[in-house]
């Protein structure tokens, strides 16, 4: 079955860019999307098709995607930027099937 | 304001059943796209079951095809997961998601529903 693979963990310090990847072989045909989970929350939209970014989140959010691997990058990383990040996609086959990465712990201190 | 709550959930014996469902209000639901996706404690994301909005299209993630059905009452906003011979590894929350569009990736979430399978 279809994987995307993410670093457990990245570690920044406040005001630092933290950047997350995430790599899947049907990448290149594929839209990314990444998803913010905070500790016992649900998980928020920050990234939606590889670069674009939903009304409310801020510009320091942004995307990208290259060949088999795509990149959430958080630019001067907040404190409150803290928590899980989830990359999101579907194989390339007619399968239709979705995948989430394992997701990466965002630690800022 | 988008809302979708999730209900259902409980403390259920392996091999057996449940329904959960997810009221939704606040938007057009029959214009959307619907995901169910959970979530095993201390564990990531995994997606279940995606259902297009009118209905017609169902696409289920390997581990749950053919023990979980995902449906809608588009009458009554409501979205729907009926589960079957459930195992101790399908303890999770259970989030319903609303889709961007209609079979894109989910933009806004449910609080989620605790699903615990225990004899």
């Known amino acids: 079955s279809y994987e995307l693979t993410q670093p457990p963990s990245v570690s920044v310090s406040p005001g630092q860019t933290a950047r997350i990847t995430c790599s899947g072989d049907?990448?290149?045909?594929?839209?990314v999307y990444w998803y913010q989970q905070k500790s016992g929350q649900a998980p928020v939209l920050v990234i939606f098709e590889d670069n674009k970014r939903p009304s409310g989140i801020p510009e320091r959010f942004s995307g990208s995607s290259s060949g088999t691997m795509a990149t959430l990058t958080i630019s001067g990383a907040q404190v409150e930027d803290e928590g899980d990040y989830y990359c999101?996609?579907?194989?390339?086959?007619?399968?239709?099937?979705?995948?989430f990465g394992g997701g990466t712990k965002l630690t800022v201190l | 304001q988008e809302q979708l709550v999730e209900s259902g959930g409980g403390v259920v014996q392996p091999g057996t059943s449940l329904r959960l469902s997810c009221a939704a209000s606040g938007f057009a639901f029959s214009s959307y796209g619907m995901h169910w996706v959970r979530q095993a404690p201390g564990k990531g994301l995994e997606w279940l079951a995606l259902?297009?909005?009118?209905?017609?299209?169902?696409y289920y993630a390997d581990s749950v095809e053919g023990r979980f059905t995902i449906s809608r009452d588009n009458s009554k906003s409501t979205l729907n997961l009926q589960m079957s011979s459930l195992r101790p590894e399908d303890t999770a929350v259970y989030f319903c998601?609303?889709?961007?569009?209609?079979?894109?990736?989910?933009?806004?979430w449910g609080q989620g529903s605790l699903v615990t399978v225990a004899s």
């Open positions: 998601a609303k889709d961007q569009g209609d079979v894109a990736a989910p933009d806004y």
């Open positions: 259902i297009s909005n009118d209905g017609s299209k169902k």
């Open positions: 999101y996609s579907r194989d390339s086959s007619d399968t239709h099937r979705r995948v």
């Open positions: 049907a990448l290149p045909k594929r839209y």
